[in-house]
């Protein structure tokens, strides 16, 4: 049985009401006194723990003592960051760089939440469908089924994986939203500006190796062709298409030595039409509508760091 509470008098009810409202309406701004005791900051509200922030922190120190290195010579060793170079301490600045970095990813996630691709941006959350998808790969590892992609993903992997596949479902979505129900003409001028990037088909080149200036392998070079995983060729191709005909290139790696590869044919393969690639461009015109969305929402997203946690956090 359900036990009710007994009816308020109306006048209380009207009191509760009015004060409920407000709250609502009179709500402070969220402080770094009102934060969960393990929140590094917030964007826009929406709260980066210490777990998450220690993920990104770890993944930046090599970065961070590289970019120290490179402009101060300064060495990793004891005591590194915590030490001032200049007026500059790598502590600082890798944990400035990883603001930045969560900034992005989260006005990247509260948009995707905004369009319903994302539901929970809880982290501990993230860290259980984490631990789920490894479980249930190491299962199909055992039953020896097909796994595609990692065998068990790192949380950065993890996290980098889901981002980039909730963005590709996001302008899946976009794809049948109002918004971009445009005319065909815009599209077909959009394609028309940007086809020389993004659908040049490239060129057909043909060319030789040449071994103390004597003529060795003759060579035809077709990216439309060529396979994937032939990173030699596309190696030469990147290398080849430098290149005007009759021209040569400086030492390349050739049968285990070095020699010069002179072109001798460049032939340009056209672009693809834009029938063959409507949905793409589509999908790309959507792509660069949203970034410019993100960027005007980096500009204005409000970072709120929790001084007593984010102060706290050092590296050895």
């Known amino acids: 049985m359900q036990l009710r509470p007994k009816p308020l008098a109306a006048a209380a009810l ?3 009401a009015m004060t409920a409202a407000a709250f609502l309406f009179f709500r402070p701004a969220y402080s770094s006194n009102t934060m969960a005791p393990d929140t590094v900051l917030t964007v826009n509200g929406t709260p980066v723990s210490l777990d998450e922030f220690n993920l990104f922190l770890q993944n930046n120190k090599a970065m961070a003592a590289s970019y120290f290195k490179s ?17 500059e301490k790598p502590i600082d600045y890798v944990k400035q760089r990883t603001v930045d970095e969560l900034k992005k990813l989260k006005v990247e996630q509260l948009l995707m939440k905004e369009h319903g691709e994302i539901r929970d941006l809880d982290f501990g959350q993230f860290r259980k469908s984490l631990e789920e998808e490894n479980r249930a790969r190491r299962a199909k590892i055992e039953r020896q089924e097909q796994v595609y992609g990692l065998m068990q993903f790192s949380p950065l992997q993890y996290y980098s994986y889901l981002q980039s596949a909730h963005y590709t479902s996001l302008i899946n979505t976009l794809m049948s ?30 060319g030789q190796w040449l071994t103390d200036n004597t003529a060795a392998d003759t060579v035809t070079l077709d990216l439309l062709t060529m396979s994937k995983e032939d990173e030699a060729g596309r190696s030469l ?10 021209e040569r290139s400086g030492a390349l790696p050739y049968n285990n030595g070095q020699a010069q590869f002179q072109l001798t044919k460049k032939q340009p393969l056209g672009y693809s039409s834009y029938d063959e690639v409507r949905s793409d461009v589509k999908k790309l015109y959507i792509h660069e509508d949203i970034q410019k ?3 005007d929402r980096l500009n204005t997203a409000k970072v709120q760091l929790h001084s007593a946690v984010y102060d706290a956090i050092r590296l050895n």
């Open 14 to 16: 009207l009191i509760l």
């Open 71 to 87: 402009k101060y010579h300064a060495d990793y060793s004891e005591g590194f960051w915590n030490s001032s170079y200049q007026g």
């Open 177 to 206: 939203d109002k918004k971009y129900s445009l005319p065909e003409s815009v599209y077909r001028d959009y394609y028309e500006r940007q086809k020389e990037r993004y659908y040049n088909k490239g060129y057909l080149l043909e």
């Open 237 to 246: 191709y990147n290398e080849a298409v430098k290149l005007n005909p009759g």
């Open 293 to 295: 969305q993100l960027a």
